[in-house]
């Protein structure tokens, strides 16, 4: 969900969202980026630029903190994880 996705990108500071991107499928990307308003997505293109390459190790480990921060708000309510098969198509 856009709204619980903007719950936890929030707690997460320009540079780790970069490492986070840069470490996600386009599509993951894409419902990240989608989350943001406008000027935090221009701050984190701009962190992106100044950063440049990283290495895939980093962008694990920011990708393994981020499942961390869904499970424990998920585990207090704060936000639902919804799967593929709660939804009829």
């Not at 986070?20 to 499928?25: A, C, R, T, V």
């Not at 990240?32 to 000027?39: D, F, L």
């Not at 424990?72 to 936000?79: F, L, Q, S, Y």
């Given at each position: 969900d856009k709204?619980?996705?903007?719950?936890?990108?929030?707690?997460?500071?320009?540079?780790?969202?970069?490492?986070?991107?840069?470490?996600?499928?386009e599509e993951i990307q894409n419902k990240?980026?989608?989350?943001?308003?406008?000027?935090r997505r221009?701050?984190?293109?701009e962190e992106m630029n100044v950063i440049g390459l990283i290495k895939k190790s980093e962008?694990?480990?920011m990708t393994k903190e981020f499942v961390?921060?869904?499970r424990?708000?998920?585990?207090?309510?704060?936000?639902r994880i919804i799967t593929d098969d709660e939804w009829v198509y």
């Open positions: 709204i619980d996705l903007q719950k936890v990108i929030q707690e997460l500071t320009d540079t780790e969202l970069v490492y986070l991107i840069k470490g996600e499928s990240i980026w989608g989350s943001m308003s406008e000027g221009q701050f984190v293109q962008a694990d480990r961390k921060i869904i424990e708000k998920a585990d207090r309510g704060d936000i």
